[in-house]
């Protein structure tokens, strides 16, 4: 298995992306191609011991900036680290691609390079949350701001496909996020939505309320990409903030709560844990006609490393030839 990492991706490119590689490649035995500036690259892997680990460089002259537009440098800059790891891919010289560059400019690659799967409209990004018994799937983490009804019904099944590959779990409930959990709430999307869901053979149990999320009620929660990226963004600010908010409120409330606070402190590191993008590394894009993995811009070593486990994983159980055979059972052929 190779798997190419955009070395240039993230907010701290590309020393994080080389010693999250360098831990990949120790730990799980992956071969791993890092594209981007071979100079920097070989610079920062001089700082680690990489002796007869399986680790090389692909050369790529241009970076794409977080605040570029992804159309647009995806055509200017046809020599960035994005473009040509998505090429590697597309010319199976790797299996998948891992970045924590510019979202949109990888879903632009992604989808000029490698295509669609045939019938599917609309890639989305998952990522998973923890639950009281284990986690749940979310999408779309906000790759598509604006959704059809067809959209979110193909995301369910994508998401069903993926979830059952990855967690091993052989229905997974499906959830659709609206604002109540009679089939009359939510806004017209959700509404038309639950109709084409409720057409599939999935598991559905129908709507689901923002208060469900973290309840275990649904394996797999859906939603436009405009909610998905608030209510994440959301979860990752109360993860970063939670101890600090916990401090504020027991500083001034005696000895004893302090030391309560004290005691249970490795029980709420285990729940952040749990709520820490850096377990799981990146979300996969699903849709797309091979395998990318999309990071946080601000992915520390540790969320690298996981990205190929999570990479690794994916492409061991097929998932991609998996969704194909799924997507096509909707009949759809038109790209929108």
Known sequence: MKIALDAMGGDNAPEIEVE???????????????????????????????????????????????????????????????????????????DALISAGNTGAVMAAALFELGRIKGVARPALCT???????????????????????????????ASVYFKYFEK????????????????????????????????????????????ILSDKADIIVCDGFVGNIVLKFAESLARNFFKILKHEVSDKGIFISIGALLLKPVFKGIIKKTDYAEYGSAPLLGINGYVFVGHGSSNAKAVKNSFKTASRTIDRSVHMHIAEEISKLGYNETE
């Open 169 to 212: 779990v052989e229905s997974p409930r499906v959830g659709l996020l609206s604002i109540g959990e009679e089939e009359t709430k939510g806004n017209e999307l959700t509404i038309e939505a639950a109709k084409l869901i409720k057409t599939t053979n999935l598991n559905f149990i129908g709507n689901i309320e923002g208060r469900d």
């Open 20 to 94: 999250g590689a360098v831990l990949a490649a120790k730990e799980f035995g992956i071969e791993v191609i890092l594209v981007g500036d071979k100079l920097r690259i070989e610079t920062e892997l001089l700082k680690h011991k990489t002796k007869d680990l399986p680790i090389s460089i692909v050369h790529a002259s241009e970076v794409i900036g977080m605040h570029e537009s992804p159309a647009e440098a995806y055509k200017q800059k046809k020599d960035s680290s994005i473009v040509v790891g998505m090429k590697l891919v597309k010319e199976k010289k790797a």
């Open 128 to 158: 998973f949350f923890p639950s009281q018994r284990g986690r749940a799937l979310f999408l779309d983490a906000g790759a598509n701001a604006d959704c059809k009804p067809k959209h979110l019904q193909q995301f369910a099944v994508m």
